[in-house]
Structures are given as structure tokens and as C-alpha cells.
């Protein structure tokens, strides 16, 4: 479980993460990466859920950015297909680890600008079962995952705003996990026509 949001404009794409990993088998805390760039195309990739998956699908679409005929659009259409192509080996792989099955699921964003439409997009992607496709749906203003904690909260991009929601956030999942499963610092992309800034805003 983690924190995964999303504000989005016409000019200006924020994205924000928390960093605490937990190790499946020993439960042992550290920081992980749960946001990426592709920057020669000024993409993010981020995630909620699964490291070692979400590290396999920026694998896969970091190397199709090298392709020549590479558009954002054409590996945002792609992606939920990889997902679904990926998910019977990550859910053996768990099976074979004696890992419990509740543990399954991911969410991901894929956003970033599009020269196509001349603006900033983001898709949101959700597995958690191979039995039904990945649930891809475009984003549209923002994205909280979770979003409970914030329904009284007005979306803002400042970042005081960014880190009280996602402090908010960290204490519900916590408390309904009854452990630590959020936390660490909070990672945030910036991203805007040309120009892709991650910024650490501090503890959450």
C-alpha cells in the first residue's frame, strides 16, 4: 500500500509518491523508487502497489522509448495489454514464494506531454486479478489513491498542500492496515513542456 496522486492541466503534470518499501518475505522497511522518467520524452511512470512489477513495465517502456516511431500515445494504449501479458508470471512468481494472494495488485500512472494534442496527459492503470483486464482509465483533473482521506480536501498543486495530503493519506492507510505500510519522504514530479523537475518534499 502506498500513496499515489495526481494533479493535472493543460500546461502542468504533478505527480506524487511516498518512498516506504517493504520487503514481502521479511517485512523489512526501505526506500524505493515508486516514480521514473522517461525523460527524453518527458514522461513519468509511477506506481502504487508492487515494486518489482512496477520495475519490469519501466523496463519494457523504457526500451520502447528508443523506438523512431515512438509516441506517448501509442505506449499509453499499449501498456494495459503489457500489464495483462505480465500479470500470470508475477502472480506464479508470488504463489511460489508462499506470499498471500491479498498481497496482488498495482496501481500505475503513465503521463507526461503529448506533442499530438499539444498538452499534458496521464492514464491510470489497475490490476489486481488475472481472471479481468487491467482497468485503464484516463485521468482528468487528478487522481488520489487513496482517496478517502482527501474527499474534504481541495486539490492543490502548492507543495505544503501536497505534503499535508499526503501525511493525511499515510495516516489512513496505517491506520487500517494497523502498521506502517506508507510513509518515508515524498517524492514529487513536476513536469511541463520541456521541462521534467522531481523534488524530495521532506518526511511524510
Same mark, same amino acid.
Given at each position: 500500500?502506498?500513496?499515489?496522486? &495526481?494533479?493535472?492541466?493543460?500546461?502542468? #503534470? &504533478?505527480?506524487?509518491?511516498?518512498?516506504? !518499501?517493504?520487503?514481502?518475505?521479511?517485512? @523489512?522497511?526501505?526506500? $524505493?523508487?515508486?516514480?521514473?522518467?522517461?525523460?527524453?520524452?518527458?514522461?513519468?511512470? @509511477?506506481?502504487?502497489?508492487?515494486?518489482?512489477?512496477?520495475?519490469?513495465? *519501466?523496463?519494457?517502456? #523504457?526500451? =520502447?522509448?528508443?523506438? !523512431?516511431?515512438?509516441?506517448?500515445?501509442?505506449?499509453?494504449?499499449?501498456? $494495459?495489454?503489457?500489464?495483462?501479458?505480465?500479470?500470470?508470471?508475477?502472480?506464479?512468481? &508470488? @504463489?511460489?514464494?508462499?506470499?498471500? %494472494?491479498?498481497?496482488?495488485?498495482?496501481? #500505475?500512472?503513465?503521463?507526461?506531454?503529448? /506533442?499530438?494534442? $499539444?498538452?499534458?496527459?496521464?492514464? @491510470? *492503470? =489497475?490490476?489486481?486479478?488475472?481472471?479481468?483486464?487491467?482497468?485503464?482509465? /484516463?485521468?482528468?483533473?487528478?487522481?488520489?489513491?487513496?482517496?478517502?482521506?482527501?474527499?474534504?480536501?481541495?486539490?492543490?498543486? =502548492?507543495?505544503?498542500?501536497?505534503?499535508?495530503?499526503?501525511?493525511?493519506? !499515510?495516516? *489512513?492507510?496505517?491506520?487500517?492496515?494497523?502498521?506502517?505500510? =506508507?510513509?518515508? %519522504?515524498?517524492?514529487?514530479?513536476?513536469?511541463?513542456?520541456?521541462?521534467?523537475? &522531481?523534488?524530495?518534499?521532506?518526511?511524510?
Amino acid at each position: 500500500m502506498s500513496i499515489l496522486n &495526481v494533479l493535472l492541466t493543460r500546461d502542468h #503534470l &504533478v505527480v506524487a509518491v511516498d518512498t516506504l !518499501a517493504e520487503d514481502a518475505r521479511t517485512g @523489512a522497511h526501505s526506500a $524505493g523508487a515508486k516514480l521514473l522518467l522517461i525523460p527524453q520524452h518527458n514522461l513519468v511512470l @509511477a506506481t502504487r502497489g508492487s515494486a518489482q512489477f512496477f520495475l519490469r513495465i *519501466y523496463e519494457l517502456a #523504457l526500451q =520502447a522509448s528508443f523506438r !523512431a516511431d515512438f509516441t506517448m500515445e501509442q505506449l499509453s494504449s499499449e501498456l $494495459g495489454l503489457v500489464i495483462d501479458q505480465l500479470w500470470p508470471n508475477y502472480e506464479n512468481a &508470488v @504463489a511460489e514464494a508462499g506470499l498471500p %494472494r491479498e498481497q496482488l495488485g498495482t496501481e #500505475l500512472v503513465l503521463g507526461g506531454w503529448s /506533442p499530438k494534442n $499539444g498538452r499534458m496527459m496521464a492514464t @491510470a *492503470y =489497475a490490476k489486481s486479478d488475472s481472471q479481468r483486464l487491467t482497468v485503464v482509465q /484516463p485521468i482528468v483533473g487528478q487522481l488520489a489513491s487513496p482517496g478517502e482521506p482527501l474527499r474534504a480536501a481541495t486539490p492543490s498543486m =502548492a507543495q505544503a498542500d501536497l505534503i499535508a495530503h499526503a501525511r493525511l493519506q !499515510a495516516g *489512513y492507510l496505517n491506520e487500517q492496515m494497523g502498521r506502517q505500510v =506508507a510513509g518515508g %519522504r515524498l517524492l514529487v514530479g513536476f513536469l511541463q513542456k520541456s521541462q521534467a523537475v &522531481v523534488k524530495d518534499l521532506g518526511a511524510i
